[in-house]
């Protein structure tokens, strides 16, 4: 986030002035900043918390460099500082901050060293203090141009027995090129900000209220004769911040620590660390698109998850005899609460892994099975049917699920992780069963299942050679077996083929396999929407449809299967836009 973060004072000598900025760097330092990266090399290196080293750059000025710097400064001169103006001491290079895990440098100092900015700031310095007040002139108020930079002012008083009204007017600013980003950080600036200002001004109170004590200075104006104000002070308008709270280092604490021993809170380390989170606490995501069917039906469970966690929330203690009662067995495994039947829904977050996933990936899981048992394996995943996998193990049927998941979209997938008794397809085409369950046996042999028994191996080498070291697989051996198995030589779905041979290809990586299978479904689901409005929205007879299924390459069995599978998993966002458009007028009028 790129953005500058300074502390402003209304002098009653000179007007506003900047006292104090804190700046991001992403280049190397300017000039006259500091010359070495590392503390130690002209810099002092005090602590280092939360990623960020504090360091102090202090180096040795010679009169001839201190008199160029001040000469090439964009800062005003000598002659036009007061005490109260003035927060570092003459020739003070500043401090600096190390980010170490973003590599990016926090530099505070009196101005910034940049001409432009120091027109910036110096202009919002100004408006800050003087035309862009809140009612009361304390608080927030957002002002700014594309020209200037946007800024979010907060202008407060600090007590001051010395002053006129006995306070003097500082502001807190934060400069953004970005409006929208401004805006959004409005509530995390307005809370940091508030805070650092309450501690200001309680350290301020109690020196505040120890002059008052021991000199009133109320009574003595009364009782003085009538003077011009200024001469009757005779140069106290010039108090700096440091004698206002009572803390010679509080801007050397500025840049060290956020709360160190002595009590100073306020420090360069705070506008540093304001910085670095107001920046993490945002961040931006590229959109290229419209967004996908996977993400439209994610977004749509998420709805209803959230409408139903509130329908729970505010039912009556009548309604807890209606709650779902899971299946025997299932109180000792690792179930999250869920408000519904976690076998319709299967990105609400239902069940997840205690462990470490068993099969890592498409790949590994073809290593474990060997081709012919996953080729059945998958064409099932891929046809819609029944996949059911029994084992005591509840670890290895929950991460084989979460493998087999990642060939489908999202809106096919219903599962139930594991149950003491056999559901019906209709509920869930992802099944964990107990070995001691029996399934019927229509199931059994029917060609619209497939079940993966997982027995314990009595030798340690019965799942094919070159699979991926797992210690934890090498004790089971599995059989899948169906009542249709698919032959070596069915040509398969299309997608089926393309799946391995990516797989097979061992020059790609399994990143880059999983990016693969991400367009093959996108493929395939484009070509699912176009089935979808030819044959469910426009009614075309199916000498036009089996036409349709030519062009888009889909005219064999096995696709024309996985298509009116796949179309189940469309989202009702994109189902109730086509029929929308359908019986809108102009949509009409363009069919006649």
């Not at 926090?106 to 408006?127: D, E, G, K």
């Not at 594309?146 to 800024?151: I, L, M, N, R, S």
């Amino acid at each position: 986030m790129n953005a500058i973060v300074a502390l402003c004072h209304f002098c009653e000598l000179h007007g506003p002035r900047t006292l104090f900025c804190t700046e991001v760097l992403h280049a190397p330092l300017p000039q006259g900043a500091g010359n070495g990266d590392s503390p130690g090399q002209g810099e002092q290196a005090e602590e280092e918390e939360g990623g960020i080293q504090m360091s102090s750059r202090v180096r040795a000025h010679s009169p001839a460099e201190g008199a160029s710097a001040e000469s090439s400064s964009p800062g005003p001169k000598k002659s036009d500082m007061c005490e109260g103006c003035r927060s570092l001491a003459a020739g003070h290079p500043g401090y600096i901050s190390h980010d170490k895990e973003t590599s990016i440098k926090y530099v505070s100092h009196q101005h910034p060293n940049h001409p432009q900015l120091f027109s910036i700031v110096r202009q919002a310095c100004v408006r800050s203090l003087s035309c862009e007040v809140c009612p009361g002139r304390e608080g927030p108020i957002f002002f700014g141009d594309e020209q200037h930079g946007f800024v979010f002012s907060h202008t407060f008083f600090i007590k001051d027995s010395l002053a006129r009204g006995f306070q003097r007017w500082y502001s807190i600013i934060a400069i953004m090129m970005d409006r929208i980003y401004l805006i959004n950080s409005w509530p995390f600036l307005l809370g940091k900000i508030r805070g650092i200002i309450d501690e200001l001004q309680g350290k301020a109170l109690k020196v505040f209220e120890a002059e008052q004590f021991g000199c009133p200075q109320r009574a003595q104006r009364m009782n003085t004769a009538f003077t011009p104000f200024l001469h009757q002070r005779n140069g106290n308008a010039a108090r700096s911040l440091t004698s206002l709270t009572s803390d010679d280092n509080l801007w050397a604490c500025l840049h060290t620590s956020f709360a160190c021993k002595s009590a100073c809170v306020l420090a360069g380390t705070v506008f540093s660390r304001l910085l670095k989170a107001c920046g993490s606490r945002l961040t931006e995501k590229l959109l290229e698109g419209a967004p996908t069917e996977d993400t439209l039906v994610q977004m749509e469970k998420l709805a209803d998850l959230e409408e139903e966690s509130e329908s729970w929330d505010n039912s009556g203690a009548e309604d807890e005899e209606k709650a779902p009662v899971l299946p025997e067995g299932a109180e000792g495994q690792d179930l999250t609460k869920c408000p519904t039947d976690s076998s319709l829904l299967s990105d609400c977050g239902s069940w997840q892994s205690r462990k470490l996933s068993v099969f890592k990936s498409l790949r590994h899981m073809r290593q474990v099975l060997g081709a012919p048992y996953f080729r059945m394996l998958a064409w099932h995943v891929l046809m819609g049917n029944q996949v059911i996998w029994k084992s005591r193990d509840v670890d290895l049927v929950q991460s084989a699920f979460e493998v087999l998941r990642t060939m489908l979209p999202v809106g096919c997938v219903r599962i139930i992780p594991y149950s003491s008794q056999y559901e019906e397809a209709y509920r869930c085409n992802f099944l964990g069963l107990s070995p001691n369950v029996q399934i019927p046996s229509h199931v059994l042999a029917s060609e619209f299942a497939v079940v993966v028994e997982v027995h314990t191996a009595m030798r340690s080498t019965l799942h094919p050679l070159g699979c991926e070291d797992d210690q934890s697989l090498s004790k089971y051996e599995f059989v899948v077996t169906s009542g249709s198995p698919v032959a070596a030589d069915r040509v398969g779905p299309t997608i089926l083929n393309k799946i391995e041979a990516a797989l097979t290809n061992q020059n790609l990586s399994v990143d880059v396999v999983d990016q693969c299978l991400v367009c093959l479904k996108e493929e395939w689901m484009n070509k699912v929407k176009v089935l979808f409005k030819f044959t469910k929205v426009d009614s075309r007879p199916k000498e036009d449809t089996q036409k349709l299924l030519s062009v888009l390459g889909a005219s064999e069995e096995d696709n024309v299967k996985l298509l009116k599978f796949w179309m189940t998993g469309l989202s009702k966002t994109y189902k109730s836009h086509l029929m929308s458009t359908v019986r809108s007028p102009t949509a009409s009028e363009s069919r006649n």
